[in-house]
């Protein structure tokens, strides 16, 4: 890695077109999250100084996604799409005073390694491009190299049928001297086939100025890029052929591993068990020694070591599950922390509660969190027992070693050690049932 700052600027400013959508390219998903923070995470493993991310087409959408994904990069804005020289000179007004390197990503090119940005980055050529030997160079920009290094980037609609025949191909991933990217983007011209200002002349130009040029290749699969939806479904599934990959090299048992999806930041523990069917969206975080049993979704949760979930279970952002505890089928989970030990074995609601250790939660249960405008709390001690059935209006507190009787609505709070039932007294009305339905049958018959 180079000691130089960094600096990263990701475009992201295309429509798209060739989706057939209304949404940004870069906003369509892989992996659990938007393309574009692919990139951005593949930014963060620089350490950069600051990432700059170009906007152009869907630009409120596309900021309020880098908002939540990386809330200190800035967002430039490209309203005419003139082309990638066009895109990173919008950038420059934020690069001013920067000394260091400057590395250009892609939005829409979620597979870039670190392995790979790290040899950009400590490349001592001024400038550097990521190049790949295509299996089938197809329409790609070709690489000119000598023995002097790299000469001059060819677009395929610019070349010749000599140029046409180099294997080695340009990814579009640049990256160089800030100094240099200022004195060269502003001399960019448009001179050419699509009437553009290509990045890639950039090489010329700093060749002409006696600047040193270069290549770092990778592997093809790392450039894919994503421009209709069949490429997304492409990318979708060597993404997760690669997560599943890793995940049992890391020592997690996957019990059929091409029916467990991952998320981009999906985090498993060796020694943790993922049974078939299960779903992971972002923010998931499970410790070694938990089991997730079949047909479960997740997303925005962590799970401590030993606790089970499952099967059929959903948790939702805000889940925390302590040590050991239980979380079984048809249940809910969301923004409550269940403390060690505690088991929710089936048919449950919780939102927006605190469990404390060891308590059990009977069949049924449901915490009544929202009132219509606000979402309340529910407060459950540790040890508590609450029966089958119990509906608790929050806002409301249930003491440590306290209980509630199956079927009672819980309005107000629960002293430690104390039993609460709220339910109306039952009646009985002899041979009601059978009169009743009589009447109804003859009602019907009458008709």
Known sequence: MSDNPIAVVVLAAGQGSRMQSDLPKVLHRLGGVPLVGHALAAARTLDPDQVIVVAGHGADQVRKAVARLNPDARIVLQEEQLGTGHAVRQALPDLEGFEGKVIVLYGDTPFIGED????????????????FEAEDPGRYGRLVVTDRGLERIVEFKDADTATRQIALCNSGVM???????????????????????????????????????????????????????????????????????????????LSDPATVWFSLDTCIGRDAIIGQNVVFGPGVTIESGAEILPFCHLEGCHISSGATVGPFARLRPGAELGGDAHVGNFVEIKNAVLDEGVKVGHLTYLG????????NIGAGTITCNYDGVM?????????????????????V???????????????????????????ARQTVKPGLAIRMMQALRAKKENR
């Open 116 to 131: 790979t940005l790290a040899a950009l980055a400590s490349h001592t050529a001024d400038l550097v491009v990521l190049g």
């Open 175 to 253: 990256a160089l001297d800030a100094a240099l990217l200022r004195q060269l983007v502003v001399r960019l011209s448009n001179d050419n086939a699509s009437g553009e200002y290509y990045l890639t002349d950039l090489v010329e130009l700093a060749r002409a100025e006696g600047r040193s040029a270069d290549v770092v290749t990778c592997d093809e699969e790392e450039t894919l890029g994503i421009n209709t939806r069949a490429e997304l479904a492409a990318a979708e599934a060597a993404f997760q052929t690669r997560a599943r990959s890793e995940a049992l090299d890391n020592g997690v048992t």
């Open 352 to 359: 927006d509660a605190h469990i404390g250790e060891h308590t």
């Open 375 to 395: 979402k309340h709390r529910t407060q459950i001690g540790a040890r508590a027992f609450i029966g089958s059935d119990t509906m608790l209006v929050a806002p």
């Open 397 to 423: 507190r249930v003491g440590s070693e306290a209980m509630t009787g199956s079927g009672s609505v819980i309005t107000q709070d629960v002293p430690d050690g104390a039993m609460a039932i709220g339910r």
